[in-house]
């Protein structure tokens, strides 16, 4: 095979994969009613001037499917970071006890996992066309190559194998969501 043509398999494959684990990163965001330290991940916080992850600032961990303890490393932290969970506007009230931040995560109704599992099929949807746009840009890169000489049957398997390629993470994809789905809908 072709070198040029390798290389653009190459470049599709990775560019797939990112957007399969963008995915999946994505998907971790949406809660399915059990606590996640991930949940708090979008959650920034002003440490020294600088705006900082909170797990670079605190231990965060579930000690239990309803319950995310957030513990500072330096207690006059409290505050900022209880102020960040409540700007971030992801529906928790932390408590402050002087030593950690409790959060309760509240049981969720039939109408929110309706609204979390939406949310799912649309990070599904932005990635399938993330995918899908990868494979049309290696299609017209191989017939590019095929209008400076490339032979027209190494451009056909090229084709050939960026449709296998998008075929495989579209199906990696929606068996992620069906998962994601399944895990948001399970009282």
């Known amino acids: 095979m072709n070198e ?40 920034r916080v ?10 670079q600032i605190a231990n965060i961990n579930t000690p239990d499917p309803r319950q995310i303890i957030v513990q500072p490393w330096e207690k006059s932290m409290l505050s900022p970071i209880e102020k960040a969970i409540m700007a971030a506007n992801l529906g928790f009230n932390p408590q402050n006890n002087g030593e950690v931040l409790r959060i309760n995560v509240p049981p969720l109704t039939e109408e929110r996992r309706r609204d979390l599992v939406k949310k799912a099929k649309t990070e599904l949807e932005n990635a399938k066309v993330t995918i899908r746009n990868v494979r049309r840009a290696g299609i017209d890169a191989g017939k590019k190559l095929e209008k400076e000489g490339v032979p027209e049957d190494e451009v056909k398997l090229l084709e ?28």
Request: overall charge negative; charged content about 35%; hydrophobic content about 35%.
């Open 4 to 43: 040029e043509i390798s290389f653009i398999l190459e470049e599709a494959e990775e560019s797939m994969r990112n957007a399969f684990e963008h995915l999946e990163r994505e998907f971790q965001k949406i809660r399915a009613g059990k606590a996640n330290p991930a949940m708090l991940d979008g959650v």
């Open 46 to 55: 002003e440490y020294y001037g600088t705006m900082s992850p909170l797990d």
């Open 160 to 187: 050939k194998e960026m449709q296998t390629l998008t075929d495989t993470y579209s199906e990696k994809a929606d068996k992620l969501f069906e998962l994601k789905e399944k895990d948001i809908m399970t009282v």
